[in-house]
């Protein structure tokens, strides 16, 4: 399988999931979008398209104009070419917005771990069916969806934010939480200005300080919820390429 990912800074890259990858044989291929590498001209000459978070917003197309071409190949991707799709966090927002959808500034942000909710419908879904609910993830996100796409189907959701998780079709997810986090996830993206300034925001100097510690704690069940999504996920591609 050759999977394309889209990456809007370096340090959100798949994470974990490249572990997993890594075991299933999957070639993959990284387009750092923010650096201004191209989009390839062939999308069907991969099985799936998954792409990660990064700092900008989706409205923000005069200061990152490759957001434009990033929301049609999305489109084209999951519509036309029907191929599997996965978008976390910003990736989350861009397939929404490319299917009509609508992204703004959520009331407040989400930083750290934080518990979801699973809808009922989340029960027979290909990537969440065995999961529990309340979920523990983990968060970085000042923005949501605030009107999905037609065809979506809620997976889970937050009192601050109702759209954690959705699926349009049979074959295209996004997760506004993060599951690809590694022991190095939180201090390269404290490093990050936009992210930082958020942290502080949302969580203060003090629970700020312990958040490394604390996610680290909690990361073997974070990569356990990371291995149930891949093995899902991959199940999906290998039916589409049947």
Known sequence: MNFLVFQHVDVEHPGVFRDFWREAGIRWQAVELDQGEPIPDDLSAFD???????????????????????????????????????????????????????VALAAGSEVGPTPVELTAAAAADALFAGLPSPLDTFQ??????????????????????????????????????????????????????????SLQAALGPARAATLEADVLARLPGYQRTARHFSDGFLRVVKSVRA
């Open 48 to 102: 799936a398209l998954v792409v990660m978070g990064g700092p900008m917003d989706v409205w923000q197309v005069d200061s990152h104009p490759w957001l434009v071409p990033e929301m049609t190949a999305i489109a084209h991707f999951v519509r036309d070419l029907q191929r599997p799709f996965l978008g976390v966090c910003l990736g989350h927002q861009l397939l929404a917005q490319a299917l009509g959808g609508h």
């Open 140 to 197: 970085w996100h000042s923005a949501e969806i605030q009107r999905l796409p037609e065809g979506s189907v809620p997976l889970a959701r937050t009192d601050l934010c109702e759209v954690q998780a959705f699926r349009w079709g049979d074959r295209a997810w996004g997760l506004q939480f993060h599951g690809e986090i590694t022991p190095d996830t939180v201090r390269e993206w404290g490093a990050i200005p936009e992210y930082a300034a």
